[in-house]
């Protein structure tokens, strides 16, 4: 099952330069092996803002929540989520 | 590039049947043909609404504002788009 | 996979009240009906409002589009859908 | 009498990872104790969420009201509380 | 147990006027009625709107929404519902 | 005059302990005076918030802002005021 | 005492244009009596829109709501009002 | 030319109360010396907020915008500008 | 001087196509004399959207108002209108 | 391709006055490069408020969002992106 997923990232202007590096290559780690996984469907950036639109590919919503509460930066994210569906008007088979 | 695109169809509950459904006809075979021309990348539902979250892929802003305008339910739609860019932690080449 | 799922009706002030009090009387029917098979497990009135807050559990996302736009109602209402998951301080195995 | 409640977390991010632990064991403490005695009804995640959504049955607003602001959690959560009642299409007799 | 209810009435302008005195007539008739036994407790006019904010005293919440949803104007009227508890600081026994 | 007051209160979780009990002890006191002078007519707790819907009698506005912004919890409250007045269909002569 | 009045006017598209002047003609008329009696202190058109921001004078909320109910143009118009008070920083006297 | 401006100023609670005092000070010193001017023509407080309406005449928007940015408060205030013009009802030649 | 101008047209979809066409070419005639004339020096369509983002150069807030008073289309149209002003790490010396 | 871009920015109020007068030197400086460079096309302070409207005539999506992102103040702004295109009745060519 397909769902969109807005991520918004807030990090503390005050936090330390190796501190949100370190976050912020963890989080890349992470969602490059979900991606290579097929759960993570499809990951762009917001022109402008420190944000990303993501389609997540997942067995159910319990599964769909441990991975993202499982991102390094989740306690420094506001995240909506929307479940999609097929649309009839879609010709691709394999896009949910 | 790549375009966020969310569309609210709302038709008037007074419509005639069959005008709405060659509205809904025309607006397929539109969607159809602008998909397998790889400018409407995805195409999904929300799930239960009228609504759909859609990636077009352009040229130019100008194309996608033709596009969109062009649709047979657009002086039906409420219409919000938003502009994509290629993320750091992508791992898709294609997927801008 | 349990959604949450809230419904705002608004019928025109001006529709014949039979065509009403169908529409009415075929919704509680097939809300019923989806409520003995156990999809729609929980329908609560919203105090005040002609809106309600349902549960869903359903197989996936698609089965819950299909559901709500099958309702009759569906053409007079405005759905917000909300996915939800376990609660780890839940003491009830079947509550999702 | 049945209330919806929805409950927002935010817990500080500098917040001591002991104190949050404690914070977070004594709210799942008194929140499955209410769930046995029957006062929390339903306890769900919301996806992607530090929230949840719950279905309180309370004897009154009172007493839901001293429920609520006795939760460990309480100076850190915004709470919104909508009162609910018996639907006309409802079929289970014990869900209010 | 109090509610605190806020009513916006929206009139259709082409509504005929008899119409509108009638259901304005009928309206006041059972908000009196209500007042003399004490349900609704508190009913006042927020200044330049057609709309009021008035405090109901029922037995529960079923209560309420039956006696909102009786009302002449309800099918004409935005309502927000909001439950009110005894405030620490009170001074009076009778006010909850 | 009457004035609906909804006052939201929110205090610095990391305030002392015994600075926030002042504030409470000196707001509930100056909050029983008012009552008693009958300035404060109306004071009720909004269920699952530190929130309060409040009714004052004042003889100006002036008077009311005075009120207000004497209450030793005024810097750490979002304050919102509207006017009410006598509804043409109440029977209470001394509610406004 | 002084209130800031914000008014929103909505004429339909289709109602009659003799019909629409003899409501702002006679709207007018009024707007003009209140001006010279002193009760509509300013007067002032929101540049772009159909709207006006309007100081009154008035001896109680009761006598304000009375005089912008009585307006031609009320049940076209949407309205809010907020009260003022002297500010402290003031240099005139006869402003409040 | 006239404009008006809400003002809602916001000081952090923690800061030192002769800082307060002192900023304070000057913008009163500043509000009046600009009344004076005729620069700043009205001057109100919004009744239980930290906030005021105000309506300046300028010959310029930079003038404004200079006026504005000087003010003692400008980093503690969140400022909404909204142009005015002379309403065709409006009886006072000098109200713009 | 310059104001920032967003309109949002929202035609009646029964409104005759002729009738449509007509303001639709009385619009564009007057908004490109306006163009001509230097007062109306920037005009964008907000893409997928019956919007437009303009910039106007006008002597005053009264000269501002008439012309968007009198576009064909202002009656079918949401107009927000914001002041702006020379930037000072503007580089153009003509743009304000 | 041009885009509407409003970047409203927020110095926390405790930052010293030289790091807040070297980010704003250095913001200066590359925003001044991008206009002679022709990309940042216009920019415009918003009345009354530390923000601002820009307009960037940019190749891509991509070059936008670069280009917004290495602003010394990005950091500290919010950014909103919306996307413009040639509209119809524009009289000017190179205006897009």
């Not at 490059?32 to 067995?59: M, P, T």
Request: hydrophobic share 45%.
């Amino acid at each position: 099952m397909l769902f969109h997923v807005r991520m918004n990232v807030s990090l503390p202007t005050a936090m330390p330069a190796d501190q949100a590096a370190k976050l912020k290559a963890d989080e890349k780690a992470l969602a490059q092996q979900l991606q290579n996984e097929g759960k993570w469907r499809h990951l762009w950036r917001i022109a402008g803002q420190y944000a990303n639109i993501s389609i997540f590919d997942v067995a159910s919503v319990d599964e769909l929540h441990a991975l993202l509460t499982a991102l390094p930066l989740f306690p420094y994210m506001q995240i909506e989520v929307m479940p999609l569906c097929r649309h009839p008007s879609s010709v691709r088979d394999n896009d949910l």
